[in-house]
């Protein structure tokens, strides 16, 4: 049977081609050629669509006001605004399109700037075309990757890998923002502030720097997108970079607009110049190394000279909404997010590498975002589009979802991979121990979209303890949650160098210091309102060692925590039997079903007692010290909680 079957198949294309009779045998039976030239061939293979011109080949509505023609004139014009030298007080003059590509558009916008007197303005700048590859689509980013950057590669599955050069990581010392009159009111600054001043002089120089840079290139990436899934307090941004990993990072990790959102986007809310690959100049004042990451918040602007680690984009723009949300009594969050079945959502603090992106992809629950998010009035809202996930050491056993939405589409950045096979070794940490993957958020199955959800039930903090001194679990009550949120500790293990470490504690107000942009107690004190206001419990999650201290205890097995995680997103926890640890105060359960009831308390499971103690208390006393600078604030309106928070800590 199945064999006539297949025979059937051949036959009838045999058949076709001796349709004409003539005793030839032709190969090109079917339908007549099209084309009657190889361009033109070419010319059929792609379909005119919307991405890289979402304005023109749309239909236009019957109701729009300005014709197609106009429309994509506006767009140009405004994307020739955004890359105007403000010296020159001219915009370069912007053609859409790849100039590698005959079909580039030839319309062709640009912008002078008449709010100066007018002033000699030729430059060879001038000249030239400054063409603009506008929120191309991944398949379009991954052709320019890999035609034109250095390192970039397809992986095995299909993602594509890049390298972010000779940054790794974020530069917080060289994060620098504007001082004017009200950000000098308005925003954290001195002491343990990440805000390090600049003047809007010196601003203007770097943002020239940046822009001639980008104007001199034969073509820049233009993103145009959003941020914060609150349909109410969504944030226009865009994106103006010279490299095609940067503008793909982008795209998964904002909310990608919808062709209708595009041709309606009009004037970005706030803008990046990514000009990564050229340093800043040295010479000019508040630049202390070759890299600058500037923040104006009265221009809407943000510059990147000197680092070409994508993560500073992303982190950039959540300081940004630090900034905006508060104003709108919206609390920020560097928290991962995620719900039940039946609507119950936790919220997962914790600084870098603590686990809030592994704990908040998790296959029993909804994903709503894992890094960035705001809490409102009417509940919670992801900042973002996609996920940045660590992947060093990733397994396809221990965490399934991750491991499956690194796919097309997704980059991976500094990851080593096999010359031939292209497939990656996820432990190879020769490039940088940071390598990440950053993908679109429904490239998790278990997504919620849009990602936004009701009131938190759940506030976990996670700390990776890499002294073996806090329990797995406990549960805070209000005031040991901001006890614990303002002081936002960690200690994770410097590298992997060989010998054993001392670890590192770090203690990052709001378990962000990096992002936030006014004082800490601004956000606590909305954190402990709307937890009151919500009844949402607090819990402290040890991710890091247990039976002793980096180099003797190990880390928590990450399936004995996804255990704890359950128990307390299941209520199990809520109504445990409580006993109270010594020096921390802190309520850990007697039992969690499926876990080994002496690794609750820590102590049982250091050998070494004396060494136990002693260790215990060399961790307070850093939290005491830590919160000193904290001791002269009041938190909200309410005295008494404040006086309650500073007695929440350790007491030894
Ligand atoms: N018990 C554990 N809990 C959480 N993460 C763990 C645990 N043990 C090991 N890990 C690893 O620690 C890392 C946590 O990183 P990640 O979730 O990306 O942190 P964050 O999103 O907070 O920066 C992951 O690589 C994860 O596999
Ligand atoms: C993106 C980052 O955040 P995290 O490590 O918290 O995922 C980062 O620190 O660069
Ligand atoms: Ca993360
Ligand atoms: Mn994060």
Same mark, same amino acid.
Request: one cysteine or more; aromatic letters at 10%.
């Given at each position: ?9 051949? $036959? ?5 081609? +001796? &349709? ?13 050629? &099209? $084309? ?91 000249? !030239? ?10 398949? @379009? ?44 009111? @308005? ?83 706030? +803008? ?28 809407? @602007? ?38 039940? &079945? ?23 629950? /909804? ?10 009035? *009417? ?9 940045? $996930? ?13 491991? *499956? ?13 096999? @010359? ?17 993957? $950053? ?17 938190? !039930? ?24 901001? /006890? ?37 107690? &601004? ?26 201290? /980096? ?102």
């Amino acid at each position: 049977m199945a064999d006539s079957i297949i025979s059937n198949g051949f $036959a009838k294309k045999i058949n076709t081609s +001796t &349709k004409q009779g003539n005793g030839v045998c032709h190969d090109d039976s079917s339908s007549p050629i &099209k $084309a009657q030239t190889i361009d033109e061939l070419h010319s059929l293979q792609k379909k005119r669509s919307t991405p890289t011109t979402p304005i023109g080949s749309a239909p236009s509505s019957a109701f729009s006001l300005i014709t197609e023609e106009d429309r994509q004139r506006q767009q140009l014009q405004s994307i020739s605004a955004t890359l105007a030298s403000l010296t020159r007080e001219t915009g370069p003059k912007v053609v859409k399109g790849d100039p590698a590509r005959k079909e580039t558009s030839t319309k062709v916008a640009h912008v002078a700037h008449h709010q100066y007197a007018p002033a000699i303005n030729i430059s060879d700048s001038s000249l !030239k075309f400054t063409h603009v590859l506008y929120n191309l689509s991944p398949a @379009e980013l991954y052709e320019q990757a890999i035609r034109y950057e250095k390192g970039s590669f397809l992986t095995s599955v299909g993602a594509l890998a890049t390298l972010s050069g000779a940054k790794t990581g974020r530069s917080p010392k060289d994060k620098r923002v504007v001082k004017d009159e009200n950000t000098e009111r @308005e925003l954290w600054w001195g002491k343990g502030s990440p805000n390090i001043e600049m003047d809007e002089h010196t601003f203007m120089i770097n943002r020239e720097r940046a822009v001639d840079y980008l104007n001199s290139l034969d073509k820049v990436f233009v993103n145009d997108q959003f941020l914060n899934w609150d349909p109410e307090n969504k944030i226009k941004v865009r994106i103006v970079s010279a490299r095609a990993y940067h503008s793909l990072f982008m795209h998964n990790m904002c909310i990608r607009p919808t062709e209708e959102e595009l041709e309606n986007f009009g004037t970005p809310d706030f +803008t990046i110049y990514n000009a990564g690959q050229f340093p800043c100049n040295r010479f000019t004042h508040y630049m202390t190394s070759s890299t600058s990451i500037d923040v104006n918040l009265a221009r809407k @602007e943000m510059v990147i000279l000197g680092t070409q680690y994508a993560g500073e984009m992303k982190k950039g723009l959540f300081s940004l909404m630090h900034y905006l949300m508060p104003k709108r009594h919206i609390l920020s969050l560097h928290s991962g997010c995620n719900m039940g &079945k039946d609507g119950d959502v936790a919220l997962f603090f914790g600084l870098s590498g603590t686990g809030k992106t592994t704990l908040s992809t998790d296959h029993n629950r /909804y994903l709503i975002g894992d890094d960035e998010h705001c809490w409102s009035n *009417n509940g919670v809202s992801n900042i973002e589009g996609g996920c940045y $996930a660590k992947c060093i050491d990733l397994s396809r056993e221990k965490e399934p979802d991750i491991w *499956n939405a690194i796919k097309f589409g997704t980059v991976l950045e500094n990851v080593v991979f096999d @010359e031939h096979t292209r497939e990656v070794d996820y432990s190879d940490n020769s490039v940088t121990e940071n390598t990440r993957a $950053a993908y679109p958020i429904e490239y998790i199955p278990n997504a919620l979209i849009p990602c936004v959800g009701p009131h938190p !039930k759940n506030v976990i903090l996670l700390a990776c303890d890499a002294f073996g001194v806090l329990p797995p679990v406990s549960k805070l009550s209000l005031a040991q949650t901001m /006890y614990h949120f303002i002081s936002g500790y960690t200690a994770l293990v410097a590298g992997t160098e060989d010998g054993i470490k001392e670890p590192q504690a770090t203690f990052s107000a709001c378990f962000g210091a990096a992002f936030i942009m006014l004082h800490p107690t &601004k956000y606590a004190a909305m954190l402990a309102e709307k937890m009151q206001n919500h009844g949402a419990t607090g819990w402290l999650v040890n991710t890091g060692w247990s039976g002793g201290r /980096y180099g003797y205890g190990s880390r928590i097995k990450l399936s004995y925590t996804r255990k704890i995680i359950d128990a307390i997103h299941s209520g199990e926890l809520l109504n445990a039997n409580y006993c109270k640890t010594k020096v921390f105060g802190l309520e850990i359960p007697t039992a969690i079903e499926g876990i080994p009831s002496e690794i609750l308390d820590p102590m049982n499971t250091w050998p070494d007692k004396d060494a136990y103690d002693e260790t215990l208390l060399k961790l307070a006393n850093l939290f005491k010290n830590n919160f000193e600078t904290f001791t002269n604030y009041k938190i909200g309106e309410d005295n008494s909680l404040t006086e309650e928070i500073l007695a929440a800590g350790p007491i030894f």
